[in-house]
């Protein structure tokens, strides 16, 4: 090679190696320009960015308050509604039932919707999810289903309470447990407040269902003072409204299924029980009060509506609303039937500033509405 050939390559090997070095340097540069924002100022920078964008969409005073919140027995009756309603506040809902009595009809108008989250599982198994609260529902409470396999109730009272509860202890979960009038049992007190200590018949065929819903009250309050869990613990009265089951085989939903089939209205005993009906809005609304009363708030505290009704007089009022021609009928009284029921609510009303505003009559014109449409009547 030439002495000149051989200095000109070496001047092109340096412009390369010279640009090279640039090209290098100044995408170092440029790596380092964005690199270090995002290392110094970026975490402040997107935070602020994040909470003004929150801000301007009025969001973040529900960004703070969205909960992950658990509804065992969420396709109930019950249940359903109460997760329209977490749902309608913001919160994720998390939906767990086995459809022993619950229906995919309940919840198929919240399926698709981003917060809303269901699994098919057995309360009376252990479960592990991540929440912040949870409402535990799941049991049947038809005294016509809950008798249909009543050491499966018993279980999933009592084992579902301790599932629960033992999942609210890992997690620092509150937990609300949907208790019953029933722990009065045939009450001797009326109307029954919280104090009523109940007078319950231990092995008769309501057994499974009332001494399982004490039984978990007594978890649910051993909980509370072992591991200082936050407990919330409503005794629901008689709660009717859209969504029972037609076959249920509760006095509500019977007699309007009866009277708009025009077939006998089946009265047990003479009908002289009484009930007190609470329209399911109102219970609901009772609920999340409770869930979201301070922590000192545990309850046991009575939701339902004190008005108070003979049966005979709720199967006239059926059927005078739907205008039926159906025939009373009289049927043995089940063993153990309470004779009366009628919610004190005082505790209620002084602790959560609720009480119940739709009257029967009000409630009662929905659920026949309901009944019309789904029997396609
Ligand atoms: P429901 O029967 O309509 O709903 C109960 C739900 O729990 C159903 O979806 C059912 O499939 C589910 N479930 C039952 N066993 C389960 C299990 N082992 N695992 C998972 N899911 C299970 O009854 P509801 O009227 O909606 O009652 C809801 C809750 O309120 C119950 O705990 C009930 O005892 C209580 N309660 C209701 C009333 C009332 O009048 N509706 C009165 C007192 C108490
Ligand atoms: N009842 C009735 N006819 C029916 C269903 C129920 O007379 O078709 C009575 C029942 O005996 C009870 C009351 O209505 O006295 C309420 O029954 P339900 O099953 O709704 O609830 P309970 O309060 O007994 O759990």
Redesign the pocket.
């Known amino acids: 090679m030439q002495v000149w050939e051989a200095s000109r390559l070496i001047k092109r090997l340096n412009v390369w190696c010279v640009r090279s070095v640039a090209t290098l340097l100044s995408s170092l540069l440029r790596t380092c320009k964005t690199l270090w924002p995002l290392s110094l100022a970026a975490p402040i920078r997107l935070d602020k960015c994040r909470i003004s964008q929150l801000e301007g969409q009025n969001l973040s005073r529900n960004y703070s308050s969205r909960k992950r919140v658990l509804v065992t027995g969420g396709a109930g009756f019950v249940g359903s509604h109460l997760i329209d309603v977490l749902l309608a506040k913001g919160h994720d809902v998390l939906c767990v039932d086995n459809y022993f009595t619950g229906a995919r009809d309940n919840i198929a108008h919240v399926r698709g919707h981003e917060r809303f989250e269901f699994i098919r599982h057995d309360v009376t198994f252990p479960l592990f999810v991540e929440v912040d609260e949870i409402y535990n529902l799941a049991c049947p409470a038809?005294?016509v289903h809950y008798q249909h396999d009543p050491v499966q109730t018993t279980k999933t009272s009592v084992h579902g309470a301790i599932n629960m509860l033992g999942l609210a202890k890992r997690l620092g979960a509150r937990i609300l447990q949907a208790s019953t009038s029933?722990v009065y049992g045939d009450p001797s007190v009326h109307p029954q407040t919280e104090d009523y200590w109940g007078n319950v018949n231990p092995i008769g065929p309501r057994s499974c269902y009332d001494e399982g819903k004490r039984c978990a009250e007594t978890l649910f309050f051993d909980y509370h003072r072992q591991h200082a869990l936050e407990i919330k613990v409503a005794r629901i009265f008689?709660t009717y409204g859209p969504r029972m089951h037609p076959s249920d085989?509760?006095?509500?939903s019977?007699?309007i299924v009866q009277a708009l089939k025009g077939e006998p209205i089946?009265?047990?005993?003479d009908?002289a029980?009484t009930?007190s009906f609470c329209y399911v809005d109102d219970l609901v609304r009772g609920l999340v009060a409770l869930m979201e009363s301070p922590a000192e708030v545990t309850g046991p505290i009575n939701i339902g509506n004190p008005g108070e009704f003979t049966?005979r007089e709720l199967a006239e009022k059926v059927i005078a609303m739907t205008g039926s021609r159906s025939a009373l009928v009289q049927l043995p009284?089940?063993a153990d039937?309470?004779k009366q029921?009628q919610p004190d609510i005082s505790k209620a009303r002084q602790h959560l500033g609720w009480e119940p505003s739709i009257a029967l009559d009000a409630g009662l014109v929905q659920t026949i509405d309901y009944f019309r449409a789904k029997l396609e009547l």
């Open positions: 038809s005294p029933e008689n085989g509760r006095v509500v019977n007699f089946t009265i047990y005993g009908g029980q009930r049966i009284l089940p039937d309470p029921r």
